[in-house]
């Protein structure tokens, strides 16, 4: 069972801090933010961890290594520059992940979402009847009209009641199966495609969760840690 941080966006909001140091590198608290998904995940049970990255990348190499002061083992998955977005990094970076589902996490937010309760999902994801598991958060300030809906297990595009989607999700490769490698893919058109069919099932979860998009974000998670243990 592996598990992926998306760690290839550019961080424009919260320039000029990302002008100089990749976002997921940024300190909030004992960790950059990054290392805290990467302690959950060693807690979790899981050792094999890939990452891919793009702007300022190669820091991300440098500070993380292979992964073994966290007690794991990484993988980088290098997009260049540009980043190729959420489904074409994770197309690019299959070959990494292998042919079982696996977790994929972005690397700008915190929250403690159990990744335990993860490993136990992804027996469900099987690649055909269900492709994805997602996790949805009662909709913060910068996202009021959220993204998905929930009826029933199932996510779907639309519903009475909205949520946002986290950004930490159980993945099949069988979803990425016509999304070229190397090439620019948002995730969202995949997802709301394989919803249509109910092969999309998902939770909200009540607990912490920030996008850490902004400065004013970054030193509220600061504020956060300070006081809390993840």
């Keep these: 069972m592996k598990a992926m941080i998306l760690a290839a966006g550019r961080g424009e909001r919260m320039r000029p801090l990302t002008d100089s140091t990749p976002k997921p590198l940024l300190q909030v608290g004992a960790e950059p933010l990054i290392g805290w998904h990467l302690r959950r995940l060693k807690q979790a049970g899981f050792s094999d961890i890939v990452i891919n990255h793009a702007w300022l990348g190669q820091q ?7 992964g073994s002061q966290y007690g794991l083992n990484i993988q980088y998955s290098a997009e260049g520059t ?24 972005n690397g700008d937010v915190l929250t403690d979402i ?12 099987d690649g055909k009847q269900t492709l994805a598991h997602l996790w949805l958060v009662h909709n913060p300030d910068h996202n009021p009209n959220g993204d ?51 092969h999309i099932t998902g939770n909200v979860h009540q607990g912490l969760w920030l996008d850490v998009g902004t400065i004013e974000r970054l030193e509220q998670a600061r504020q956060i840690m300070a006081t809390t243990s993840i």
């Design 60 to 66: 991300i190499e440098d500070v993380l290594q292979d």
């Design 82 to 105: 540009q980043g190729l977005e959420t489904a074409g990094g994770i197309a690019t970076a299959l070959p990494l992940l292998g042919d079982e589902p696996f977790l994929v996490i």
């Design 114 to 125: 159990d990744f335990a309760i993860a490993k136990n999902k992804m027996a469900q994801i």
């Design 148 to 198: 998905f809906g929930l009826q029933d297990a199932y996510v779907v595009s639309q519903a009475t009641k909205q949520y946002t989607f986290s950004g930490c999700g159980i993945y099949h490769p069988a979803l990425f199966a016509h999304t070229p490698m190397q090439q620019a893919a948002k995730l969202a058109p995949l997802l709301r495609a394989a919803m249509n069919e109910q």
